[in-house]
């Protein structure tokens, strides 16, 4: 690439404007990596930490839901009987993380009132409804930790094509025009040492010149004289 660059000044300023625009975009590319790996290191903290938190809530709930059923009886038939639209749903949002834009899941409460609300209240009520709450709070889990994945792939695939950005103009964009700019750096101290070298005869020759046209008009004036 340097050699196909004509090593003129003109070349030389249009290579330094764009050693600096690259530096400019590598170090905004750097600090945009930084942000999303700190980001990064949070979601995956956080992906471990609800992990754990919803395996003893799992486990409470389903260990609540056999005291319930021990209680109440086998109620899972009047609750599959009952209404079968949804009071709780899911619903997606954005959030923004350095340029990135990352999937949020929210819980919303539809407003729905289910039929089998009353569930239970003659024998075993207060177990059904802490079976309930139990699973409400595992599926409130269940919504963080999928939204917590989901941002968790997408931050991933971003921090690993800003790293490739990061890594081809450190290692080969910057590093070609450097090699652009010390090629036409070379080519033009070559060409001054050339327009040196060609001025210094030329001044050598004229010098030559005067002295030997200095001489030709002593030996006239001599040969005058005589």
């Not at 609750?79 to 899911?90: C, D, F, K, L, Y």
């Not at 993380?97 to 003659?122: I, W, Y």
């Not at 709450?133 to 917590?148: G, M, N, V, Y």
């Amino acid at each position: 690439m340097s050699e196909g660059v004509p090593p003129t000044r003109m070349n030389q300023q249009v290579f330094k404007g764009k050693k600096k625009a690259a530096e400019g975009g590598h170090r905004l590319l750097k600090k945009k990596a930084d942000a999303l790996k700190v980001r990064f290191n949070d979601y995956a903290k956080n992906i471990a930490e609800t992990k754990s938190h919803m395996s003893g809530v799992a486990s409470s709930s389903f260990f609540s839901l056999t005291q319930a059923e021990y209680a109440a009886g086998n109620f899972k038939q009047k609750v599959a009987e009952g209404s079968m639209q949804a009071s709780i749903r899911v619903g997606a949002g954005v959030d923004n993380v350095a340029g990135v834009k990352l999937p949020v899941f929210r819980r919303f409460d539809t407003g729905v009132v289910q039929e089998n609300q009353s569930l239970g209240l003659v024998g075993g009520g207060k177990k059904i409804v802490a079976v309930r709450e139990k699973f409400t709070e595992l599926l409130e889990l269940l919504i963080k930790l999928a939204s917590l994945q989901t941002s968790f792939q997408t931050l991933d695939e971003a921090l690993k094509v800003t790293n490739r950005r990061v890594n081809a103009l450190e290692n080969v964009t910057i590093p070609r025009i450097q090699g652009t700019l010390d090629y036409i750096a070379r080519e033009l101290d070559e060409l001054e040492r050339e327009d040196f070298t060609r001025l210094k005869l030329v001044k050598s020759a004229k010098e030559e010149a005067i002295k030997l046209a200095e001489k030709k008009k002593k030996l006239l004036n001599d040969s005058c004289k005589e």
